[in-house]
């Protein structure tokens, strides 16, 4: 089986000791590409190093993470636009509007995920949308720019079915990790009314670890557990859900 994870940040600290073994490691599982969402201009040399070394399984996204929109919000902006122009990146993310660590800088997320959005429609690319407490404010966007040049990620869906339903509406995919595993993640409970033409796999490393590993580091190989997880909730066999996905996230980034 051939598997894509399309959110894993493999170029931060907590794969400094081991980042060669996780990625080969998750090659050994199948998984043969992996898209590395951006987070702030701190790691954009680490993102250009890794997909150097990794040409034929890496690829990057640029943006401006929302919990990293802060008081030099212009500055970072002006980093991704410049990287944009320079470099041919997969997707404009990861981006979006996040609530629930901090609402201090509510609006200039707003504005800093309305500019991207642009952005990614200037350079025909996809978003990939991070959402946290923040449903209403970011369909309040997604709506200004619904319909032609709007593709995208809505990584790590967590909402409800209606949710699920308005996003596959606007043009985008769902990105399911490892929260489908866990037992409080709610969203296994209505997956399967909702067609695999919609669904990406992801893992978000080193976050949101599915269980058995929950609470530890995710891997891009413990994609292989999500995808397990689906194969039980669409009563399909594992190798079927791993080449629809596939091909799904391979239609969002335009290969």
């Known amino acids: 089986m051939k598997l894509i994870d399309t959110h894993t940040h493999l170029y931060t600290e907590a794969f400094d000791e081991d980042r060669d073994k996780v990625i080969k490691n998750a090659i050994a ?18 993102m250009y190093d890794l997909e150097k070394e990794y040409p034929n399984h890496i690829r990057l996204m640029m943006g401006l993470h929302p919990t990293h929109v802060k008081e030099n919000c212009k500055e970072e902006l002006q980093h991704v636009e410049q990287n944009l122009s320079q470099h ?3 997707a404009v993310g990861e981006i979006g509007i996040d609530l629930y660590w901090d609402q201090t800088f509510l609006k200039q997320q707003q504005e800093a995920f309305n500019t991207q959005i642009r952005w990614a429609k200037e350079y025909e690319l996809p978003i990939v949308i991070h959402c946290r407490d923040a449903f209403d404010e970011v369909f309040e966007i997604l709506e200004d ?25 606007l043009n985008l995919k769902l990105g399911i990790g490892g929260v489908v595993t866990f037992k409080n993640g709610k969203i296994d409970q209505f997956l399967d009314q909702i067609s695999l033409d919609h669904i990406v796999l992801e893992t978000d490393a080193p976050y949101l670890a599915p269980v058995p590993f929950r609470g530890k580091r995710n891997q891009s190989e413990y994609l292989v557990h999500i995808l397990q997880k689906l194969a039980l909730i669409y009563r399909r066999s594992a190798s079927e859900i791993a080449t629809i996905t596939s091909k799904n996230a391979l239609s969002v980034f335009k290969i």
């Open 88 to 90: 041919r990146f997969a």
């Open 29 to 46: 599982k199948g998984i043969e590409r992996f898209y590395l969402p951006s987070i702030d201009s701190k790691y954009t040399s680490r």
């Open 145 to 169: 720019h619904r319909g032609e040049g709007l593709s995208g990620i809505f990584h790590c869906f967590t909402g409800t079915k209606d949710q699920a339903d308005r996003a596959i509406d």
